[in-house]
């Protein structure tokens, strides 16, 4: 017997999910602790509805919908339908998609977004029966700290420095600058609509964006690198950690559109890989959309190498059901 209940932001469900994606996609779990920290850094004035499916009484799956933090229009909602691979072909998926399908109406968003892995054969199928359209790529990648030879790049740091920039860590900004903060907030504010996306962008409001960048959800302030020209930020590259996880991930790398084309992307990520090598860690992993060509050429020149591929479908609202 199939059945659909609400979810219960506890140990137990959040564990539900880390089991059930992770069981998909093998080769880059989350676990139950990112999930929420993920929950916890959502816009809670935004809506997040989510939905556990079982099988006989066993959690196999679930279903959500929400309003993104970064869209700058909140007629864009993402959905995500996962259901164990053990208990595919039992009808979840369709009882999930027509929960979550149901419950957004009374939202009337315009557009729907959905993703889906490449390999993911049957969800893609599932996905264009019911109308999604692929509208963007991206993937990750990760780099093994273990093999990385800093040697063919030895000039790179000194090449920025040399156009007196200077590069430093966020913990030495924090401390000497007050008000360090708000002028990344503002660098962020002047970049992050440069960043491709599927839906229009918009960073949140200061109080809601500097919880991104707390230690108590991730983030590495000594392992996170500012480029300094004449006391203005001109570029970044931070760091994050979860749980007890070995690999460190790339939170956001920007340059100023002034500055763009002088190496700086390449001296920060550089300045970051020597922080987790020093650190300890085992590798980097960061993800890169397909229009964004010149960040991926960055990582594929510091040896990064491409993981899953993600589709981005689109689904138009206005558009009929397909059952």
Same mark, same amino acid.
């Given at each position: 017997?199939?059945?659909?209940?609400?979810?219960?932001?506890?140990?137990?469900?959040?564990?539900?999910?880390?089991?059930?994606?992770?069981?998909?996609?093998?080769?880059?779990?989350?676990?139950?602790?990112?999930?929420?920290?993920?929950?916890?850094?959502?816009?809670?004035?935004?809506?997040?509805?989510?939905?556990?499916?079982?099988?006989?009484?066993?959690?196999?799956?679930?279903?959500?919908?929400?309003?993104?933090?970064?869209?700058?229009?909140?007629?864009?909602?993402?959905t995500f339908i996962c259901v164990h691979p053990v208990y595919h072909g039992y009808g979840l998926g369709?009882?999930?998609?027509?929960?979550?399908?149901?419950?957004?109406?009374?939202?009337?968003?315009?557009?729907?977004?959905?993703?889906?892995?490449?390999?993911?054969?049957?969800?893609?199928?599932?996905?264009?029966?019911?109308?999604?359209?692929?509208?963007? #790529?991206?993937?990750?990648?990760? +780099?093994? /700290? @273990? !093999?990385?030879?800093?040697?063919?790049?030895?000039? %790179?740091?000194?090449?920025?420095?040399?156009?007196?920039?200077?590069?430093?860590?966020?913990?030495?900004?924090?401390?000497?600058?007050?008000?360090?903060?708000?002028?990344?907030?503002?660098?962020?504010?002047?970049?992050?609509?440069?960043?491709?996306?599927?839906?229009?962008?918009?960073?949140?409001?200061?109080?809601?964006?500097?919880?991104?960048?707390?230690?108590?959800?991730?983030?590495?302030?000594?392992?996170?690198?500012?480029?300094?020209?004449?006391?203005?930020?001109?570029?970044?590259?931070?760091?994050?950690?979860?749980?007890?996880?070995?690999?460190?991930?790339?939170?956001?790398?920007?340059?100023?559109?002034?500055?763009?084309? #002088?190496?700086?992307?390449?001296? +920060?990520? /550089? @300045? !970051?890989?020597?922080?987790?090598?020093?650190?300890? %860690?085992?590798?980097?992993?960061?993800?890169?959309?397909?229009?964004?060509?010149?960040?991926?050429?960055?990582?594929?020149?510091?040896?990064?190498?491409?993981?899953?591929?993600?589709?981005?479908?689109?689904?138009?609202?206005?558009?009929?059901?397909?059952?």
């Amino acid at each position: 017997m199939i059945t659909v209940r609400p979810f219960q932001a506890g140990a137990m469900d959040y564990q539900v999910m880390a089991t059930v994606y992770s069981a998909m996609a093998p080769d880059a779990p989350l676990n139950a602790t990112e999930w929420r920290v993920r929950d916890e850094l959502r816009d809670s004035r935004r809506v997040l509805y989510r939905v556990i499916g079982e099988i006989d009484g066993v959690a196999a799956g679930y279903a959500e919908y929400f309003q993104l933090t970064w869209c700058a229009e909140p007629d864009y909602i993402e959905t995500f339908i996962c259901v164990h691979p053990v208990y595919h072909g039992y009808g979840l998926g369709t009882a999930l998609w027509q929960h979550v399908h149901q419950a957004w109406q009374a939202l009337q968003p315009r557009h729907v977004l959905l993703r889906v892995r490449e390999d993911w054969h049957t969800g893609r199928t599932f996905a264009e029966h019911r109308q999604f359209r692929e509208a963007r #790529r991206w993937w990750t990648s990760r +780099l093994e /700290l @273990a !093999t990385f030879d800093p040697s063919p790049f030895h000039s %790179a740091i000194e090449r920025v420095e040399a156009q007196q920039i200077e590069l430093r860590s966020f913990a030495e900004l924090a401390t000497k600058d007050p008000a360090f903060w708000m002028k990344l907030y503002e660098f962020e504010r002047q970049t992050s609509c440069d960043v491709p996306s599927a839906f229009p962008t918009q960073i949140p409001a200061y109080e809601r964006w500097i919880k991104f960048y707390q230690p108590d959800y991730g983030a590495l302030w000594e392992g996170s690198f500012a480029a300094i020209a004449e006391g203005e930020i001109v570029g970044i590259s931070t760091l994050e950690i979860l749980d007890n996880d070995t690999d460190l991930e790339v939170g956001f790398t920007a340059v100023h559109r002034d500055y763009r084309g #002088r190496g700086i992307a390449l001296a +920060l990520k /550089l @300045a !970051t890989i020597a922080y987790a090598q020093a650190a300890g %860690a085992t590798g980097i992993r960061t993800d890169n959309d397909s229009v964004n060509l010149p960040m991926w050429q960055i990582n594929q020149r510091l040896g990064f190498r491409r993981g899953p591929v993600w589709i981005v479908m689109r689904r138009n609202e206005q558009g009929k059901e397909v059952t």
